[in-house]
């Protein structure tokens, strides 16, 4: 079993920082893909910012330029830089991995963390 827990969510004013944290325990043998996904109010679930296992990042478009993903393989934690934070910003922010386990392919998520940013 693996288990994601996540840190450094909170109220920000238009314009701030923030640093999401995100470590993983458990039996890992390898991970292929760990990010972070967030959902607002009344929307879906949507991507923020990926890495794969080999290093390869993916951004949304609307986080591009101000949001860095990070990851410290040898921990297991994936952190995420927040940077020029804007009120559309506001959600609750999910971790996510996609790793090999002694289950086999599984994929986990946090109980996630919210980040509201006033304007």
């Known amino acids: 079993q693996v288990q994601l827990v996540e840190s450094g969510g909170g109220l920000v004013q238009a314009g701030g920082s923030l640093r999401l944290s995100c470590a993983a325990s458990?039996?890992?043998?390898?991970?292929?893909?760990m990010g972070w996904y967030r959902q607002a109010p009344g929307k879906q679930r949507e991507l923020v910012a990926t890495?794969?296992?080999?290093?390869?990042?993916n951004y949304a478009d609307s986080v591009k330029g101000r949001f860095t993903i990070s990851r410290d393989g040898a921990k297991s934690t994936v952190y995420l830089q927040m940077n020029s934070l804007k009120p559309e910003d506001t959600a609750v922010y999910y971790c996510?991995?996609?790793?090999?386990?002694?289950?086999?392919?599984?994929?986990?998520w946090g109980q996630g963390t919210q980040v509201t940013v006033s304007s």
């Open positions: 996510h991995v996609d790793c090999t386990t002694t289950l086999g392919r599984r994929d986990y």
């Open positions: 458990g039996t890992i043998f390898s991970i292929k893909r």
């Open positions: 890495m794969t296992g080999g290093g390869s990042t």
